[in-house]
């Protein structure tokens, strides 16, 4: 069984609060590009904070950054039968 790269992705996004291309995620961790987008598509609390143009300038890149909930975020209530 391989292991996720969620976790590490997670964690170096969140020590990076302007964000990073999945470029820079793969170059810090070491993991295949495709492996990164797979993950980081499959990551609820990861989103595109914005967009920037390559070093050609001809194409864009996605910032991608995740929600960091705060300490004090109260939890759900579990729902009430009918």
Not at 39 to 49: E, R
Not at 51 to 78: F, G, H, L, Q
């Amino acid at each position: 069984m391989r292991k996720s790269s969620q976790t590490a992705v997670r964690e170096l996004l969140r020590e990076t609060p302007d964000g990073l291309t999945v470029t820079e995620l793969s170059e810090k961790t070491g993991v295949h590009v495709n492996s990164i987008q797979r993950c980081i598509k499959n990551m609820p609390d990861a989103y595109i904070d914005r967009w920037s143009t390559t070093s050609r300038k001809k194409y864009y890149s996605a910032i991608w950054c995740v929600v960091v909930p705060p300490a004090n975020c109260p939890k759900p209530e579990p729902r009430k039968p009918k």
